[in-house]
């Protein structure tokens, strides 16, 4: 029987006539009863009755349970297993830096990530199920304050290197089960059965999704591996990706324990240069800037070599680096006598400086060696000849003809000086010095021309050669002078050291004296003559050294040995 929930009576009197007509009937107190009923189970509660979440409803003699979206059944309790479509997120790792920590041991700190493609709108899982992949971290440097779940505050020292799992940047919302590790630090973790998820799957986080921090030892290779879980931004066909066994291999680099080196590769370099002629102008040469251009990762430069095949190049490196992203490093000055116009030097470059990341140990943190070319720009012409208006493509220098550009260009230097110190005139001022074509007077007659400042005599003589045209009357530069000669070997005794700088027939051998080179068995005679291919040595054994200091006959070095005293 359906228990009763409410009654009702009714009463009443009711008055008639008998059928036959003969009298009128009356009959008092005729009672009326009925009952309203619930279905069975559903006991008034709405909620008790159904599983799952379900909510009972009432219906004559039954009863309807509304269950959730993945129950069904009468009582709502089938689970209704989801469809997951198959995600593309792609693994990303990032390496931090590298660090000394308490114990002296050097460690290398990465992140690791998950890029979402355009088809999955965030993240809000990573799991393992008995019956799926499970998710495996390798063991990781915890700091005594940091925890295994969500980005880890930096209170302490250390706390920055700190190990740990998370979604996104910010822990906020974010729920764990089954990933207490309390031996992470020696131990390699599995997560079999749990993970991390945000109960409200709308609020997890897009596009790179931070997943994982791990500070590993140095010099090692790991792997980690996850599941992961987010909803689609296309619901039409199914509502959420799955996607397993993600995998993150990555290797930390050799460190040690005083100092530990990051091989950073993001940052570049650049070169400008231009001609600049130091008084007197055989001097010229081109001063060459380098810049280098820090990524996000770098800080500051601290240190920095320039090298380079031009023998007679001068390198000025800065006590300090200004710390911006683009740093003045070095300016190299490469004589313009050495290179024709358009011919390439390279330079190497070896840097080294602070990242963003601190470096708790001592020691600098990253270094490059980055190598860039130097292409020779057109060096000065002719007197006066200061304005470039043709890009340098003249031979003669600049654009081969004295005009009012000129005249302009040297009046922005009139003043300028090479040295205010030598000079008489009062208004002499150093800074922005450029020398040679504007410092054009006067002519030394040896090759050089001017006097180490920028004056009334420079301006007379541009106006001198007004529309003078270089082109069609080239400028001649007087020689010059030539070099001086080596000093001649001491008249009666064996000159040694010089003959044996040249090596010109043994690979090893370095001390050979004049009676080893002349005989027996005899390589040159006493009458050889130094001065033609002797620094390529004999023809039969090729260029094995040089003789840079020798011009002459051997006789002229070899006196004692040849007889000649």
């Not at 290398?108 to 965030?122: G, I, V, Y």
Request: glycine share 8%.
């Amino acid at each position: 029987m359906l228990p009763t929930k409410t009654t009702a009576e009714f009463v009443t009197t009711t008055l008639g006539t008998i059928v036959d007509g003969s009298d009128d009937w009356q009959q008092t107190n005729i009672e009326f009863q009925w009952a309203t009923s619930c279905p069975s189970g559903c006991l008034g509660d709405t909620t008790g009755t159904c599983l799952n979440g379900g909510t009972c409803v009432d219906e004559v003699d039954s009863f309807l349970c509304n269950c959730l979206e993945d129950y069904d059944g009468l009582i709502c309790e089938n689970w209704i297993e989801p469809t997951f479509s198959t995600g593309s997120a792609t693994p990303i790792v990032s390496e931090i830096s590298t660090v000394n920590l308490e114990s002296g041991e050097a460690f290398t700190t990465f992140q690791l990530f998950l890029s979402l493609s355009s088809a999955e709108a965030n993240v809000h899982s990573l799991y393992a199920f008995p019956d799926s992949p499970a998710m495996t971290f390798p063991a990781a440097f915890q700091t005594a304050l940091g925890g295994d779940i969500g980005v880890t505050p930096v209170i302490a020292e250390f706390d920055a290197y700190d190990s740990y799992l998370t979604i996104g940047n910010s822990s906020q919302g974010l729920t764990a089960v089954g990933t207490d590790f309390p031996s992470w630090s020696t131990d390699d973790i599995a997560v079999t059965d749990g993970g991390l998820f945000f109960p409200d799957p709308s609020n997890a986080p897009s596009g790179v999704v931070l997943i994982a921090q791990l500070t590993v030892p140095c010099d090692s290779t790991f792997m980690a591996r996850v599941n992961a879980q987010g909803l689609n931004a296309d619901q039409s066909v199914n509502a959420a990706w799955r996607q397993e066994n993600i995998e993150f291999s990555f290797t930390s680099g050799l460190c040690c324990a005083d100092a530990c080196f990051r091989n950073a590769t993001d940052v570049s370099a650049s070169v400008t240069s231009i001609p600049v002629s130091q008084y007197p102008a055989v001097n010229s040469f081109v001063a060459v800037d380098i810049y280098l251009h820090l990524s996000d990762g770098e800080q500051s430069v601290t240190n920095v070599s320039v090298n380079t095949d031009v023998s007679d190049a001068v390198v000025a490196v800065p006590d300090e680096f200004i710390a911006l992203p683009d740093v003045l490093v070095a300016t190299v000055e490469i004589p313009t006598s050495r290179y024709e116009y358009g011919s390439v030097v390279e330079l190497t470059i070896a840097a080294e400086g602070t990242s963003v990341y601190e470096f708790v140990g001592s020691g600098l943190d990253w270094q490059q060696q980055i190598v860039v070319d130097v292409t020779m720009p057109q060096a000065a012409g002719c007197p006066f000849d200061c304005r470039d208006n043709n890009g340098g493509s003249s031979a003669l220098g600049w654009d081969g003809q004295i005009l009012l550009s000129d005249l302009l260009a040297l009046l922005s230097q009139y003043g300028t000086c090479f040295d205010p110190s030598d000079t008489e005139s009062s208004n002499c001022h150093a800074e922005g010095w450029v020398g040679y074509p504007y410092d054009g007077s006067p002519d030394n007659g040896d090759g050089t021309y001017g006097d180490g400042v920028v004056n009334v005599h420079d301006l007379l003589d541009v106006l001198g050669n007004y529309h003078r045209d270089y082109i069609e009357f080239p400028c001649v530069f007087p020689p010059p002078p030539p070099a001086p000669a080596p000093e001649p070997a001491p008249a009666c005794e064996d000159n040694n050291a010089l003959v044996s700088s040249f090596q010109p027939f043994l690979s090893n051998s370095g001390g050979l004296d004049c009676a080893t080179i002349i005989g027996p068995p005899t390589i040159w005679t006493c009458d050889y003559d130094t001065a033609g291919t002797v620094c390529n040595g004999p023809p039969a054994t090729g260029p094995l050294g040089s003789c840079p200091d020798i011009a002459g006959p051997l006789s002229t070095y070899c006196p004692l040995t040849c007889g000649a005293c």
